[in-house]
């Protein structure tokens, strides 16, 4: 539950993952996840901050560990769980009216990546073995970035903005359209990387 005084981080799957944005607490998703409950372990104790996750982020961030049950365990030690209040959240119809307008876009430009490999592939006189795979390949590739690429996607990434909504907390997140999207409904946002910048003060003095 949302505390007031407290700074509140919701955290997105991609901070423990993403390597190719490194927040410097290890080379490997494993390294991260330790050095994040070692680390803020005395914060949240000391009830300086709170670290907050969704059921289904949540559910998304162990699936990514071979050793699920160990990882699951070791992170609630530091993060708490909680769905955000969907019959209690006010927002506004604008927002919704964007969020439709740019769903309709987005099915246009998948509808039109789709036909232009179809062509692709009736033009080609002699398709390259195989064909089924790299064309299959080609599609999936640039429908995702057609209709998923900087956009609101998944119910798990709505999921974590209305939380942070609730709680007024940060959107930690290295995911530019999850950003963007927690922007536009009035989130507080912050990368992971400047998120451990922010606490490091507190750091020292749990020391």
């Known amino acids: 539950m949302y505390t007031i005084g407290m ?52 559910r998304e961030i162990v699936a990514f560990f071979d050793d699920e049950q160990t990882v699951s365990k070791n992170l609630q030690s530091v993060i708490s769980i909680q769905s955000p209040s969907l019959t209690t959240l006010s927002l506004s119809a604008t927002l919704f009216h964007e969020l439709v307008g740019e769903i309709n876009k987005r099915l246009y430009k998948g509808m039109r990546v789709t036909e232009e490999i179809i062509k692709e592939i009736v033009k080609t006189s002699e398709l390259p073995e195989q064909a089924e795979e790299v064309y299959v390949k080609k599609l999936r590739s640039q429908y995702r970035q057609a209709t998923r690429e900087g956009f609101l996607d998944s119910i798990i990434d709505l999921g974590l903005i209305l939380l942070a909504r609730e709680t007024q907390g940060y959107v930690v997140s290295s995911d530019k359209g999850l950003l963007a999207w927690a922007r536009k409904f009035g989130c507080k946002e912050l990368f992971p990387e400047h998120m451990l910048t922010k606490l490091d003060p507190y750091l020292s003095k749990t020391k």
């Open 7 to 58: 700074e509140t981080f919701i955290i997105d799957t991609n901070f423990f993952i993403n390597q190719q944005r490194p927040t410097g607490l290890g080379s490997t998703k494993e390294d991260v996840v330790r050095s994040f409950v070692e680390r803020y372990t005395p914060l949240v104790a000391s009830r300086v901050v709170q670290f907050l996750s969704t059921p289904e982020s949540f």
